[in-house]
C-alpha cells in the first residue's frame, strides 16, 4: 500500500479543528494588528530563495527541495514565506503604492530535513512583515504581537531573547574581531563552523557541536561592537518593550539563520520542546528589497512554526459544535429526512450546527446506535409510522427528553429546544 512521503503527515478529521481553532486566533491578532492577508504560490523560481537566502545558507545547502520542470526551468517549493512575500509585493508594485505595507500569510513550507519532534518536511508556518519603516518602535510592535500570540495560546512560560545584528557599518569590525579569536581554535571547530568561517562566522554560534559550542562561550559579541546609531535603535526597542511590560532576556548568541537579517533579531522559545525549543524568531531586515530591486524599504518581520503551536499551546477547547442528526428508518422516508435537512441548512439561526442524516438505517435500535457516534444534541427521527401521522419524533440526547410532534413544527420546536438548552448553559456558567 502507497504511504504517504516521510516527514509529511496527514491532518485528520479530529485533528483539523485544532487547526482551525489556532488559525483563527491567529487571523484574528494579525486583524488586530491592522495586517492583510497574503497567500503566495507554493512554487517559485529557485533563483528567488538562492538569492534573498543567501547560497552558502543551509536552506540552499542542505533543504532546498529544488527540481528542473519540463523547460528546464529550475523551481523550488519554497522553504520560508518571505522571499515570496517580497517578490509579489515588488511584482504588484504595492512597495510603491502605500507605506507601510503590513501582511501575514499562513501555509505549508517545505524543507529536507531530518524529521524529529515538532519539525517536519512539510510544515506550516504563519508570518507576519511589515515593510516601510525604520523606526525601532516597529521592532518592539512585532515583537509584541508575536508574544500576544503566545499569551492567547497560554504557551508555557515564554521568553522573548533579543539581539541585535548591527548594520554593514558596524559588522565589517565585528566580523574582524571573531575571525581573530576563531583563528585560534580553528582546529577544534567542527566541519561546518570551519566552512562557516569563510561564508558568515556569526552563524558558527548556531553550531549544535558541543566543543564548538564551548569555544563560542569566550568570544566576542556582535553588541560589543555597534556603531552609536545601531545601539541607539537596540536601545530604543528595549525601552519600549519595557513600557510595555513584554519581559524579554539579551542573548548574545541569537544570530538567525539567514544572511538578509540586520538590526534586531528576536526569538520566542518555550518549555516542553527540549533543545529544539524555538517556537518562532524573526527581526529586522533592511537590505532584502535592496538586494532584491536596489530599493532602500526596510522591513521587519517572524515567522511561527504551526505545529509546533499545536504541540505547546493550551488553547481552551472551543464549545462543541451543537449538532443535530436526521435519522430516516426507511428508503421512503429518505426523501422526507434529506428535505428536513435540508431546510435547516437554509436558516440563519442554524448555519452554525453541524447537521447530519444517517442513512440505511432500518431499525430505531440500529439506527440510534449509528447516531450515538456521531456524538449529536439532538435527533430528528423519520419511520413509517411518523410519515403516516405526518410527525417527527424529537429525541434530546442531553436531557434524554423524547416528543412527537406534527412535521411542519418540527424546526419551530427544534429552535425552542436550541435556545432552551443555551440559556441553561449560561446560567450554570453564572453559578
Avoid at 520560508?80 to 501575514?104: D, F, I, N
Avoid at 519603516?133 to 499569551?151: F, K, N, R, T, W
Avoid at 513584554?246 to 538567525?256: F, W
Wanted: glycine share 6%.
Amino acid at each position: 500500500m502507497i504511504q504517504s512521503l516521510k516527514g509529511m503527515p496527514d491532518v485528520l478529521p479530529g485533528e483539523v479543528e485544532n487547526w482551525q481553532r489556532l488559525e483563527q486566533v491567529l487571523r484574528d491578532i494579525a486583524h488586530n494588528y491592522g495586517y492583510s492577508e497574503i497567500r503566495t504560490p507554493v512554487l517559485e523560481n529557485a533563483d528567488l530563495f538562492i538569492k534573498s537566502t543567501g547560497e552558502q545558507s543551509d536552506i540552499v545547502q542542505k533543504e532546498f527541495y529544488r527540481f528542473e520542470d519540463k523547460n528546464g526551468d529550475a523551481i523550488s517549493l519554497r522553504p520560508e514565506g518571505t522571499p515570496g512575500t517580497v517578490r509579489a509585493l515588488m511584482q504588484h508594485k504595492l512597495l510603491a503604492q502605500k507605506s507601510p505595507q503590513k501582511v501575514y500569510y499562513m501555509g505549508p513550507m517545505f524543507r529536507r530535513e531530518r524529521p524529529q519532534k515538532g519539525r517536519f518536511r512539510q510544515f506550516h508556518q504563519m508570518g507576519v512583515e511589515y515593510f516601510g519603516s525604520h523606526a525601532p518602535g516597529v521592532d518592539a510592535e512585532v515583537i509584541s504581537m508575536l508574544y500576544q500570540i503566545c499569551q492567547k495560546l497560554n504557551i508555557p512560560s515564554p521568553k522573548i531573547m533579543l539581539n541585535s545584528l548591527g548594520d554593514e557599518t558596524c559588522r565589517p569590525k565585528y566580523r574582524e574581531a571573531l575571525l581573530n579569536y576563531l583563528q585560534k581554535y580553528e582546529a577544534d571547530l567542527d566541519a561546518t563552523s570551519r566552512q562557516r568561517m569563510q561564508d558568515n562566522p556569526m552563524r558558527i554560534f548556531d553550531s549544535k557541536d558541543t566543543k564548538t559550542q564551548d569555544i563560542m562561550q569566550d568570544a566576542p559579541v556582535m553588541l560589543d561592537h555597534l556603531t552609536d546609531a545601531c545601539k541607539v535603535h537596540f536601545d530604543q526597542v528595549q525601552a519600549q518593550l519595557s513600557q510595555m511590560q513584554i519581559p524579554y532576556e539579551i542573548n548574545t548568541r541569537i544570530v538567525r539563520g539567514l544572511d538578509y537579517y540586520t538590526h534586531t533579531a528576536f526569538e520566542v522559545i518555550a518549555q516542553g520542546l527540549g533543545s529544539q525549543n524555538a517556537v518562532g524568531g524573526g527581526g529586522r531586515y533592511n537590505n532584502l528589497i535592496q538586494s532584491f530591486a536596489g530599493q532602500d524599504i526596510p522591513a521587519v518581520g517572524f515567522a511561527m512554526g504551526m505545529e509546533r503551536l499545536l504541540m505547546i499551546s493550551q488553547m481552551a477547547a472551543s464549545e462543541k459544535q451543537k449538532q443535530c442528526v436526521v435519522l430516516p428508518l426507511s428508503e421512503k422516508a429518505q426523501a422526507k429526512a434529506n428535505h428536513l435537512a435540508w431546510s435547516l441548512r437554509q436558516l440563519d439561526w442554524a448555519k452554525a450546527m453541524k447537521i447530519d442524516v444517517v442513512f440505511d438505517k432500518t431499525s430505531m435500535k440500529s439506527g440510534l446506535r449509528a447516531v450515538a457516534k456521531l456524538d449529536p444534541q439532538y435527533v430528528l427521527i423519520l419511520g413509517d409510522q411518523e410519515l403516516e401521522n405526518d410527525t417527527v419524533l424529537f429525541k434530546n440526547f442531553m436531557s434524554k427528553e423524547q416528543k412527537e410532534i406534527e412535521y411542519n413544527l418540527g424546526i419551530d420546536f427544534l429552535r425552542e429546544q436550541v435556545l432552551k438548552d443555551e440559556n441553561k448553559v449560561g446560567m450554570d456558567a453564572k453559578l
